[in-house]
């Protein structure tokens, strides 16, 4: 139900579309009461003065609030004004969704403890958990793939099914998608996104305003190609979205990003998607919008601007937004939405001037760049980074570049070692994954049918995938699957062994599976850098697989070809990728289909009735997902035997009332980290090691290292989180010099023992010692893993000083009630000389406001003593609010107990 507007600028209306009438609240007509200038406003901009319009309530939206969002076209972004925004609907995956249900749980058991009602802890908006992030390619290159994975995937998983069946059933407002349709991305263009919502007023009204959500994976971005403002979010931001509290937000500056001409022959939305997040990243877009502009929109595909918002925390933006216009109705039409919502899409969007076209004013924008879309190269990305982009011709010299400065690897580079029991021999730069996976890539059918086509063309000239090369096909929904098996390319694909592995994110987040085992032992015993190519949106080191640490991102039908030529040492632009039947070579240019051909494909197979077919009973799942039995009741019961979900400790003697916020005194320090660390080093993911802390956890609690799982299957045991946190095999702690092991480890004080950062951690709360991190530029780099912000919290650390943050992390440690704070420009710890021997004293935090200036009190192995400037990063009084009270959920308990 929605309140009714206190309604300052006189602006709700009637909007008639068809039979049926919907209230709406006009930005054309504010704009004639007083809020003038708003219609050069950005679009992305306007769907947030819509939201305050709706929510006025004289409380979190007052009417100089909405004044303060009109006066943007004045300041640009650059005041700080701080907004409550309140998104429709919520997305979640199960990897950061089974964690947010815990705490729903065990917030329901804290409320009992509080003696208020259970039942108020419920969804108030629309949440949808999609599960997809528990398949893992075990099985791959057979016809047996798909349905060995699945039947793996249910072994695994059990408990973890039951409990967000139990979930379903207990909290209103929920709804869980299950295992085996897509990722949630993509059933969220697919499907679940409207464009415009609409829902029933107090006084009986439908209401219709724009379609808004956030997420629980940072890439609910890819939304925002259908018109739909959505961004990720932290586990714990999203569960307060859910109880009714509004998502706290300074007004960002919006980057507009200008596109004329058209993609070349030849070049992909991939090729495009890299160009344009080396550009952003360059530009430097972390905290903003971007929206997206020009009369190249008209050249792209809804599927390439879907390509293109997925990558936004890729660039580093908030989100990367598209305003609606012809493309965006022609794509709710064809994929199978009501006949009725398309026509309010077109006409609501119309009656707020929120329609792009060709004869469009173009909105005002803080700053803004421009691509000319024929500028456009084929490209990858990496070894390691996503705006690594580097053109085609260009991979093998930029991989031998690599070799030398990451991986400080100058002999044997041409050496060739035999495979125990193989007839072949690996070297370095050898492809040993390559993965058509499901997050980035799969929205868009242009690059998978062109991925059928090329394997169709290489078929038919005899050319295999090299023996090597594990190789897989994750797509991102039914749909996908549906529409390569209808135009007979995945039995092309089959044949250089692409079969079908399962629907969820696999290789892009490290699901990637074992390697064969004999390639894996080479690779290890010989210090080869192996090489995957996905068609995701991460490379980040250790994210792929532990055994590959060059890792490139590349369009569907690249990864292909990649499959074929084998190695990243090739320039695929002049080497041949094989030889036909008849030994002649075969090149890419003789086998890469033409714009035309794709284009054919796509018209006659990707249909509006294949999607109302595919999406008619989503929610039902097929017969593994019937069979799971799951507990009912409106309160949790707990099984303290359980590995895989345990009641946290967040509420653990939890007063009515927040405790006072004690000084950080004498701190000792955890970990020194470096640039860009991202949350794929800080938070638990992957595989689990048998000597990791946790994996010693699970083998005392009875657990074979065969049934580990993995991290992110675990994320509701904060037992095992947490002793993951901070373990990343790549991670660098300089604590322990810089050329000191890898790996989650740190020095203990005064004793200076080389131990796990989570043994160092546990020794340290023993002697009551508070602990913080020093860190460098955009700490928290990467996705919207809670479990980054909550493992640091439960490991003891009251503060994180860095140069900068990402926004996601520094919103997560704050609801975790762990401090962010930033040094000064041209101040790190690096020039501060510290080596990890200090101690640390940080005063004043009792009366704390946001964003103010502060000091450290550095106090050096030798005694020396240093008063260190600082910048809290507790930005808006709402996260002052959250943080006093020991954490945002605190807040929302004492707040919904009250």
């Not at 950005?42 to 319009?53: A, D, R, T």
């Not at 999609?130 to 039947?151: L, Q, W």
């Not at 869980?176 to 990722?183: D, E, H, L, N």
């Not at 109880?243 to 596109?259: A, H, N």
Request: net charge negative.
């Amino acid at each position: 139900m929605l309140a009714k507007s206190l309604d300052s600028f006189n602006c709700r209306r009637t909007l008639k579309v068809g039979k049926a009438e919907y209230i709406y609240y006009s930005l054309i007509e504010a704009e004639k009461n007083g809020l003038t200038g708003i219609a050069q406003l950005p679009y992305s901009m306007k769907v947030l003065l819509e939201n305050l319009l709706r929510n006025e309530d004289g409380r979190t939206v007052t009417k100089e609030s909405i004044e303060a969002l009109a006066g943007w076209m004045t300041d640009k972004g650059k005041a700080g004004v701080e907004i409550a925004y309140r998104p429709a609907r919520v997305l979640m995956q199960d990897f950061t969704g089974v964690p947010a249900v815990v705490d729903l749980a065990a917030m329901r058991d804290a409320m009992k403890n509080l003696g208020g009602d259970p039942q108020k802890i419920n969804p108030l908006v629309p949440v949808d958990l999609v599960i997809d992030h528990s398949v893992i390619v075990d099985e791959f290159g057979t016809p047996r793939a798909f349905g060995r994975n699945v039947e793996l995937e249910y072994e695994r998983n059990e408990e973890r099914y039951k409990f967000l069946k139990w979930g379903q059933q207990a909290f209103r407002n929920f709804r869980v998608v299950p295992p085996g349709t897509g990722i949630c991305h993509q059933v969220n263009l697919e499907y679940l996104a409207q464009t415009v919502w609409t829902l029933t007023g107090e006084d009986g009204d439908i209401v219709a305003f724009p379609d808004t959500c956030v997420g629980t994976d940072s890439h609910t971005t890819m939304v925002n190609g259908l018109g739909v403002l959505g961004w990720g979010v932290g586990g714990i931001e999203a569960e307060a979205a859910m109880l009714g509290q509004p998502v706290s937000m300074l007004l960002p500056e919006v980057i507009g990003f200008r596109m004329i001409g058209s993609l070349k022959e030849g070049v992909t939305a991939t090729d495009l998607v890299l160009t344009v997040t080396q550009m952003l990243r360059k530009k430097g877009v972390v905290g903003k919008f971007v929206e997206f502009y020009g009369p190249g929109l008209s050249n792209l595909t809804l599927a390439d601007r879907a390509t293109i918002g997925n990558m936004a925390p890729e660039y580093g933006a908030t989100c990367g937004f598209f305003p609606v216009d012809s493309e965006t109705i022609r794509y709710l039409t064809m994929s199978g939405r009501a006949e009725n919502r398309i026509e309010l899409v077109e006409e609501y969007s119309k009656a707020q001037g929120m329609w792009r076209d060709k004869g469009s004013t173009e909105p005002v924008f803080t700053d803004s760049i421009e691509l000319d879309l024929s500028d456009v190269v084929p490209s990858m990305a990496g070894p390691k980074r996503p705006e690594g982009r580097i053109p085609l011709e260009g991979i093998a010299a930029g991989f031998e570049q690599a070799m030398a400065t990451e991986y400080k690897k100058t002999s044997d580079l041409k050496a060739r070692y035999p495979v125990e029991g193989e007839d072949y021999d690996l070297g370095h730069g050898d492809v040993v994954i390559a993965a058509i996976t499901s997050c980035t890539n799969t929205s868009n059918p242009s690059v998978l049918m062109a991925a059928g086509l090329l394997a169709r063309n290489a078929n038919r000239l005899g050319l295999k995938q090299k023996p090597w090369v594990k190789t897989s096909l994750a797509p991102g929904s039914q749909v996908v699957a549906e529409y390569l098996e209808k135009s007979g390319l995945q039995k092309e694909l089959d044949q250089i062994g692409f079969n079908l592995v399962g629907f969820g994110c696999t290789t892009c987040i490290g699901n990637s599976g074992p390697l064969p085992a004999p390639i894996s032992k080479t690779i290890n015993d010989k210090g080869l850098i192996g090489a995957a190519v996905l068609s995701g949106n991460r490379n980040f080191e250790g994210r792929v697989s532990p055994d590959v640490q060059a890792n490139y991102l590349a369009s569907p039908p690249l990864v292909v070809a990649y499959a074929l030529a084998g190695s990243v040492t090739m320039d695929l632009t002049t080497e041949p990728l094989g030889e036909d039947r008849d030994g002649n070579p075969v090149f890419l240019k003789d086998i890469w289909p033409s714009s035309q051909e794709i284009d054919a494909f796509i018209a006659e197979n990707v249909t509006r009735e294949l999607f109302a077919r595919k999406y008619a009973d989503v929610f039902k799942g097929d017969e593994n997902w019937q069979n799971v039995q799951a507990p009912d009741g409106q309160t949790y019961t707990w099984d303290d035997n359980s590995t895989y979900v345990q009641n946290p400790p967040y509420f653990a003697g939890m007063h009515a009332r927040p405790d006072a916020i004690g000084t950080i005194v004498g701190a000792r320090v955890l970990g020194l980290f470096g640039d860009k660390i991202t949350t794929d080093h800080i938070s638990p993911a992957g595989a689990i090691k048998a000597a990791s802390p946790a994996g010693q956890y699970l083998m005392d609690n009875g657990v074979g290292v065969a049934d580990f799982n993995q991290y992110g299957t675990r994320r509701g045991n904060h037992e095992v989180m947490m002793r993951g946190t901070f373990a990343n095999i790549r991670i660098r702690n300089h604590m322990l010099g810089e050329n000191g092991r890898e790996g989650g480890y740190t020095f203990h004080y005064p004793s200076k023992e080389e131990v796990p950062i989570y043994d160092a951690a546990m020794q340290y709360r023993q002697e009551g010692v508070p602990l913080v991190v020093f860190a460098g530029v955009e700490y928290g780099n990467g996705s919207s893993r809670d479990w980054a912000a909550k493992g640091t919290n439960l490991l003891g650390v009251r503060a994180v000083i860095a140069q900068s943050f990402e926004r996601i992390h520094r919103s997560n440690l704050v609801g975790m009630g762990v401090i962010p704070f930033v040094f000064e420009e041209g101040t790190s710890w690096k020039t501060l000389g510290l080596n990890g021997d200090e101690t640390v004293t940080i005063e004043g935090l009792e009366n704390i406001r946001p964003r103010q200036k502060m000091n450290a009190i550095i106090t050096f192995g030798d005694g020396a003593v240093k008063t260190v400037p600082l910048v809290c990063r507790i930005d808006t009084l709402d996260e002052l609010d959250y943080f006093k009270n020991g954490g945002i959920l605190q807040y929302v308990l004492r707040d919904l107990a009250a």
